[in-house]
C-alpha cells in the first residue's frame, strides 16, 4: 500500500501529529511519501498542482491522505487517485473555510473527523469515521517531575501551569488564562508559554508542570491534551473540542463549565494538590488513542477506498 501525504508546508514543516500518524502508518508496513503545499488560501494552492500530478506519476500512490479540509479539496482536484481527508477542527468550526471543507466532503472517498463536536458541524452524509489523532507513547512521558524540572532548569519548589500554545495565538486565549492566574492571588504560580521548544522539550514541560491549562475559543481533538495526559500531567481546561470525553474520569483532570477565570483559578488549585503523575496515560491506551492503534484504523479506510 503506498500513501501520499497531502497537508500544508507553509511553515517549512509539516504539522508534528501528522508525520507522527505517517510514521505509524509506515511501520506498519506501508510506503509513505509526502507533498507539502505552499501558498495561501485555495487560489495559493491551485498552483501546485502540476507539481501534485507530476508526484503521483513518480510515487504512483494507492491513496492520498490530506490533512485539513483545504488540503482535502485541493487533493481532489485529481481524480486519479482516491483521497481521504481528515479534518481536525479549525477547518469545520471556522464558517469561512466550512465551506470548502463541504466541497472535500462531497469529493472525498472517504473522511475522517477528529471529535464529535465537529462531526456534529459537519454533518456529512456518508463515508467518513470518527477518528481522534493518536500519540506517541515513550519513556520520555515517564521522566519525574523532579528531573524534568532540573533538565528544564526550573525551580523545584515553584508552581508551574504549562498553557496549551503562544501567547500570540489568538484562539488559544491568553488573556483568559493570564487573567485566571492573576487572580489567584500566588506570586509563585508562574505560567508558561508553549511556544519555541523542540518536541522533547516540550515533553519535559508536562513532566515538569503541577498543571496545563487550555482556555481556547475553539479546538477540534487537541493533540497536546492526549500528550499532557501521556506524560501523567494534571489538566485544567474550558469545555473546547473532546476535552471533556477524553479526560473524563481522569483524577486530577477538571474541565470548567464556564470561561470564569475564578472557577478555572479554583481548578487549578485543585490540579495543584494531586500528588504524581495522572491515569491519563492508562486512559490512552485503553480507549486506542495510541498512534499504533490509529494508524490500523487508518490503514482500514485506505485499504477500503484503494479496491474503489
Known sequence: MKVLVVASFNKGRFAPFITEQAEAVKAAGCEVDFFGLQGKGLKGYLKNLPALKQKIREFQPDVIH????????????QRRVPVMTTYHGSDINDKSVRRFSKMAMRLSAWNVFVSEKTLAIAKPRKQYSLI??????????????????????????????????????????????????????????????????????VTLLMCAADAFLMTSFSEGSPQVIKEAMACGCPIVSVDVGDVKERVAGTEGCHVAETSNPKELGAMLWQAFSFKGKTLGREKLIAEGLDNKTVAEKVIAIYRNIAKH
Open 66 to 77: 490530506a490533512h485539513y479540509g483545504l488540503s482535502g479539496l485541493f487533493a481532489n482536484l
Open 132 to 201: 481522534p489523532c493518536g500519540v506517541d507513547l515513550s519513556e520520555n512521558q515517564l521522566v519525574s517531575k523532579e528531573e524534568a524540572r532540573k533538565k528544564m532548569h526550573l525551580a523545584e519548589e515553584g508552581r508551574y501551569v504549562l498553557f496549551a500554545g503562544a501567547f500570540d495565538n489568538a484562539v488559544k486565549n491568553a488573556p483568559l488564562a493570564k487573567a485566571t492566574v492573576a487572580l489567584m492571588g500566588d506570586p509563585e504560580v508562574v505560567l508558561l508559554e508553549l511556544k519555541g521548544y523542540s518536541r522533547e522539550e
